[in-house]
């Protein structure tokens, strides 16, 4: 069936030449009907197009009304084997990916890409979406939410489309399931009623869509074809020999605001594709581009019948002008589709975006390799900038720029910061990122500490409720930065799901902060020796990186170089160290939410501010029966622990790094040169510049 395209028979491998654009469509349910005129915009854009979409959609006809190109394959992969395929292979020598659904079935980042390639995702809602758009997400509208906008590209072309006179028994159709959520099936009904008991019964309504209807009188029923579900070569003959097309959208239904807020409709796509005037209420007309000119438009539910009627009265003239004036909007956009979907693809060639890592102390490379993922998977650069003495811990691929003129040169959008200052006069937008959760560890008013404001940022990116409320009061109050509340960049890869394999005995972290008056360092020496000598029980021991104190460093070091059970790790590997380890010992440093976001128990020795998060504990003697409770994960602690983390860390989904980057293209946007300056800072600034020895303000 349809053989004027090429069909590729191989079931785990797509066909692709160098100069294809793959486009997949993911879901085996819905949204198959853009496909066509994605198509479309990818060979009018000069690529061949390999198609992956459910094979039946095809046998149905999603294609049939394309025209012969011998530029277009259609695949039989299976939604499993296309999976497969692009997790293992990426999308070979392909020019680019765009998914006709934005999924979560699949992790986007997990795509390997080769240099100059891209992937472009197409989202119908972007409110059930917020968390894995990005800058390459597309809309089949332009829409506002979270700050942002989306592109445009609308998929409305079917191939081949005969355009029939207007019928003398015209012929109203309706496409879509048969539900109250998606459509008002009962107005229609009412609509109905009073056209027959009018006399207006030079009409016929085709309903095509799952679902029955319920309720209808006999005497309608003659003027009802209620054709369920039809394979997509029967719908576009249906649509054809339509007249009229009813969305049947409900101004007063709320379910419905999402057809001109966060979402729109496949109505609106077979409207503009086959060129059928819609009866449609205005609430949800000139958003979608229609007027007076090209529709027909009522005002309340109780105006359909009368808007019907208007459209049965229309003259063959004046049918054909309503429908010249539809195509007229439908190729501007047509244009206008193809214009932005260019730039999207063109957008990494003409200027890849670069940012910068300002590291001081050695705690900044987990935070910021996430978000060094994430721009990497945008087709972005990013560099990193090391203040001595901090160690260099950069892998391999990793670029480091050693002097301020190699940071000029290179002239970053942005420079991330997790501690608590910049260089000011390195270039780029100044962001805070921040080094932990504000947990108030020196039991402080107002966490002091964490909300001290200096005067080198431009952005703060919040991690949740316990940071975004104060820094939100503070941002007012200066008015020279904004707030973004993202979460946490370095707890992206905390909610990948894992293989974590059995350990014969349970593992103890200890780990301590580096202040003199709260640190539990000095203190515990002893009684830790005791534990690893009496429990049958793994220890490995990590201190704060600004614990500078180093008879204290070597007596852990030399205690766990006497101790098979014992491991001394100056610098712990963060996340694959709190995966492997099964509760902790603290004092009150914020890496206690880092640790609980695994839900892992923690016991705090004189936590500075403790709570039932927590098993704290005042005498040494208590911190072995106190582990021993952390071990059996008691219910009410296991509970309060996620209530905790929640407070600090709003986002699991792992898309805090996605969040950072798309707020930083927004303060640039929006807010760059637009609000107060930041205060001259003056002694700052000259201290910075007498300790390196640059003398430029």
Not at 116 to 145: F, P, W
Not at 164 to 170: A, H, S
Not at 443 to 468: L, V
């Amino acid at each position: 069936m349809f053989d004027f395209l090429t069909r590729n028979g191989l079931k785990v491998h797509p066909k692709i030449d160098s100069n294809t654009f793959l486009l997949w469509e993911p879901c085996s349910r819905n949204h198959a009907e853009v496909t066509p005129g994605f198509t479309k915009y990818l060979l009018d854009l000069g690529y061949s197009v390999s198609v992956l979409v459910e094979p039946g959609r095809i046998d149905e006809g999603l294609f049939s009304l394309f025209e012969e190109n011998e530029r277009v394959f259609l695949n039989c992969m299976s939604r499993k084997n296309i999976k497969k395929f692009l997790l293992k292979y990426g999308f070979s020598d392909a020019k680019g990916l765009l998914i006709s659904t934005l999924t979560s079935k699949i992790r986007i980042k997990d795509i390997p890409l080769t240099p100059g390639q891209k992937i472009l995702c197409v989202s119908h809602d972007i409110k059930d979406d917020a968390a894995l758009i990005d800058e390459n997400t597309i809309a089949l509208r332009s829409m506002y939410h979270g700050g942002f906008k989306t592109v445009a590209v609308n998929p409305h072309y079917f191939g081949a489309v005969t355009m029939l006179p207007k019928n003398d028994i015209v012929n109203f159709i309706s496409v879509g399931a048969l539900r109250k959520k998606r459509r008002n099936v009962k107005l229609l009904i009412e609509a109905a009623k009073k056209l027959y008991h009018a006399g207006v019964r030079d009409f016929m309504i085709t309903l095509v869509g799952k679902g029955k209807l319920y309720n209808l009188p006999k005497q309608l029923r003659p003027f009802f074809r209620i054709l369920g579900r039809l394979e997509f070569q029967e719908m576009y003959k249906e649509i054809q020999h339509a007249d009229f097309f009813l969305p049947l959208l409900d101004p007063r239904n709320p379910r419905h605001d999402r057809y001109i807020t966060t979402g729109t409709s496949g109505s609106f796509q077979l409207i503009y594709g086959f060129l059928k005037p819609p009866v449609i209420a205005s609430r949800f007309a000139p958003i979608n581009g229609f007027d007076d000119s090209n529709s027909i438009i009522y005002e309340n539910n109780a105006d359909l019948a009368a808007a019907m009627e208007k459209a049965m009265c229309m003259t063959t003239e004046e049918y054909d002008i309503m429908r010249r004036n539809l195509k007229r909007y439908t190729e501007n956009l047509y244009c206008e589709s193809l214009e932005n979907l260019r730039h999207l693809i063109e957008m990494d060639k003409n200027k890849r975006k670069r940012y910068l890592f300002f590291v001081s102390l050695a705690y900044s490379f987990s935070i910021l390799r996430p978000l060094q993922e994430e721009i990497w998977r945008r087709g972005g650069e990013a560099a990193w900038f090391i203040e001595e003495p901090c160690e260099d811990h950069l892998e391999e691929g990793e670029r480091r720029l050693h002097t301020i003129r190699e940071v000029t040169e290179y002239n970053p959008i942005a420079v991330f910061a997790p501690g608590n200052w910049v260089y000011d006069f390195f270039p780029g937008v100044k962001v805070q990122v921040f080094h932990g959760y504000a947990i108030n560890k020196r039991n402080e008013k107002n966490d002091k500490e964490h909300f001290t404001i200096r005067g080198w940022f431009d952005m703060y990116c919040t991690q949740g409720a316990s940071s975004t409320l104060r820094f939100s009061e503070l941002e007012k109050k200066h008015s020279y930065f904004k707030i973004y509340e993202t979460g946490w960049c370095k707890v992206d890869p905390f909610f990948e799901k894992t293989e974590i394999s059995e350990k014969e005995r349970p593992v103890i972290l200890y780990a301590t902060t580096f202040s003199s008056r709260i640190t539990s360092a000095p203190h515990l020496l002893e009684t830790i020796t005791q534990l690893a000598e009496t429990k049958p029980w793994d220890w490995i021991l990590t201190f704060h990186p600004k614990l500078d104190d180093p008879e204290l460093i070597e007596k852990y070091r030399q205690f766990a170089e006497t101790h098979p059970n014992v491991t001394f790790c100056r610098h712990i590997d963060g996340l694959n160290t709190f995966r492997k380890i099964d509760a902790m010992l603290c004092d009150s440093s914020s890496i206690i939410v880092e640790v609980m976001l695994l839900e892992k128990p923690v016991v705090t020795f004189r936590n500075t501010h403790p709570g039932n998060f927590l098993i704290n504990v005042l005498h040494e003697a208590e911190i072995g029966d106190a582990i021993e409770k952390a071990l059996t994960r008691p219910a009410d602690l296991m509970e309060n622990i996620r209530a905790y983390t929640a407070h600090h860390e709003s986002h699991r989904d792992g898309q805090n790094s996605a969040r950072v980057l798309d707020a930083v293209d927004d303060f640039i946007l929006n807010y760059k040169g637009k609000i107060r300056k930041k205060p001259l800072n003056l002694f700052r600034r000259i201290a910075l510049r007498l300790r390196i020895k640059y003398y430029k303000l």
